[in-house]
């Protein structure tokens, strides 16, 4: 079964750093998003994407934020400078269809910054 | 706005009894609800949806759910409880007008020998 695949697993980072999260989606989804979660806390949605373009983002996601499909199959997440509170656990999600499909989760990437 | 509630942060069965994991949802619309798990250092997986077809949704591993209107529930169930259950569950409702998923707090299901 096709699947969403993250990398790294898990990335350290000193504060301040740029980061970038990688993630490849299922090959014919459309949507893309971006969850984080931090430790103890809710899964909370960051971004959407389709067509090139967010089409939602939460509060979270600040000018400190940005994300790229820069070819036809990497949909990545930067963080400029990174934070202590960016210290969680990122997901990366495709779907085929905006309404009626799930959405498919990969492993996710445990960001930690020190 | 959508929300769900899940009413139990935790909850603890012995393998070969019956599992209930509790959620209430909030929606002005007719919901989109799942129910995803995730097992330790793994990433979530999809159990179930409810898209207004039937009531009673079969998932994976033996899972159900039932969606109550009249209750606004949308509780997990299965009759019969293994190890590799133990996971944290996460009751989800979409977002209508974004498609974002809204998670809840999450159940951690411990399954006792």
């Known amino acids: 079964e096709p699947e969403v695949t993250q990398t790294p697993s898990h990335q350290v980072t000193q504060m301040g750093q740029e980061v970038i999260l990688r993630c490849v989606p299922i090959?014919?989804?459309?949507?893309f998003y971006w969850y984080r979660q931090i430790l103890g806390q809710k899964v909370e949605f960051l971004v959407s994407?389709?067509?090139?373009?967010?089409?939602?983002k939460s509060e979270i996601f600040d000018d400190q934020f940005s994300v790229e499909r820069p070819d036809g199959s990497n949909f990545t997440l930067k963080i400029r400078s990174t934070k202590l509170e960016d210290s969680a656990m990122y997901f990366c999600?495709?779907?085929?269809?905006?309404?009626?499909?799930?959405?498919?989760f990969g492993d996710g990437t445990r960001l930690s910054i020190l | 706005a959508q929300s769900v509630t899940q009413l139990d942060s935790h909850v603890s069965v012995s393998e070969g009894t019956p599992v209930l994991l509790r959620c209430n949802y909030s929606?002005?619309?007719?919901?989109?609800l799942f129910w995803y798990v995730q097992h330790p250092n793994k990433g979530l997986q999809l159990l179930l949806k409810?898209?207004?077809?039937?009531?009673l949704v079969k998932g994976i591993n033996g899972f159900e759910a039932e969606f109550k209107k009249s209750e606004t529930s949308f509780h997990l169930t299965k009759p019969s409880a293994h190890m590799s259950d133990a996971a944290e569950y996460f009751c989800?409702?979409?977002?209508?007008?974004?498609?974002?998923?809204?998670f809840g707090q999450g159940t951690e299901l411990s399954v006792k020998p």
């Open positions: 989800v409702v979409r977002d209508n007008q974004g498609g974002k998923l809204i």
């Open positions: 409810y898209t207004s077809a039937a009531t």
């Open positions: 994407f389709y067509n090139n373009e967010i089409s939602e």
């Open positions: 999600a495709s779907s085929l269809t905006f309404s009626n499909q799930p959405q498919h």
């Open positions: 090959s014919n989804h459309l949507y």
């Open positions: 929606s002005s619309y007719s919901p989109s």
